[in-house]
């Protein structure tokens, strides 16, 4: 399974039709905010005044013309009388027209605003409807594995609780978790053996050895008192798919490297009050005792640091009959080395 990959389609009709009324309700928002930037009521307000302006002009004029011939008595009384009313009526209209142009210009500015929040709101509006048609569309939002399907085809999911449909997981690389103790924390912070410790192997159920090396990636901020341990995060290449989640695996890494190292397996190790001795075969094939100074383990094996001395016979099967002293006849065996 690769991201992106339909994983599941749930029926999406309503949230279709829901979309498409968004996207109407949109298209409407749009249309009453053009009609809004249009301003014909301003345009109209505009002309009125203009009109009232210019009639007001001509009252004015026809006041300034009459009064000079009125006091002459080269004009009827009465039509500068009717010149005057004339120019009130057009002070009036005046007065009337600006305020209706300001009412207006107010009343535009209200309905833009009010259209340009209807067009956001009509914007989200259609954002959340094209948001609720995506997620009737679930993809794989990693590369990995899907587990077995949790619902079956026209079941009912999602119905007031969340429904988990399947599992998918990203499994390459594999993250692996591991104990690591505090002496091989201390090897593993030591400059000598990083470069070796940060190159991880594991060992699977069946003691076969992955044969991809890993690495590495995070380390605990303390350590578990209790245990003495602090866990280590590594990551394994899984291009296979091979190593699957909760699945079992042992790590091993090189936390120090020791040369022509002398190693004895477990069983022939007899500790008596504290002290470790072995049984090795001596000259003419008599037993004697060593006492030992035993270096790290590893599996069956421990290190021996101090005691034996290349070539010595350690003497592994029969102890109980090998009493020091005692002649044998040993049977060699060539030790198997652990790779």
Known sequence: MHAGD?????????????????????????????????????????????????????????????????????????????????????????????????????????????????????????????????YTTIRAPVTGLIGLLKVDQGNLVGHGDATTLATLIAVDPMRVDFSLSEIDYLALMNDKYRTASEVLHLVLADNSVYPYAGRPTALNNQLDPQTGTVTVQAQFPNPAGYLRPGQFARVRATVEQDKNAIVVPR???????????VRVVGKGNKVEVRTVALGPSYEEDYVVRKGLSPGDRVIVEGLQKAEPGAVVKPVEQTAALAK
Do not use: C, W
């Not at 905010?33 to 009109?51: E, G, H, I, P, T």
């Not at 209706?100 to 605003?113: F, H, R, V």
């Open 6 to 134: 339909v994983l599941f389609v749930i029926e999406a009709d309503q949230y279709k039709a829901a979309l498409l009324a968004a996207q109407a309700g949109m298209l409407k928002a749009q249309a009453d905010l053009k009609r809004a930037r249009d301003q014909l009521s301003v345009d109209r307000a505009k002309a009125d005044v203009a009109s009232a302006q210019a009639d007001l002009g001509k009252a004015q004029l026809d006041v300034r013309r009459l009064t000079p011939l009125a006091q002459q008595q080269a004009a009827p009384q009465q039509d500068l009388d009717n010149a005057i009313a004339a120019e009130k009526v057009a002070q009036a209209r005046y007065a009337a027209a600006a305020a209706g142009l300001k009412d207006a210009i107010l009343d535009s500015q209200t309905q833009l605003m009010q259209a340009q929040a209807a067009i956001e709101g009509a914007r989200a509006q259609v954002r959340q409807a094209a948001l609720n048609l995506g």
């Open 267 to 277: 069983r022939a190790i007899v500790e008596l009050q504290g002290t470790k001795t």
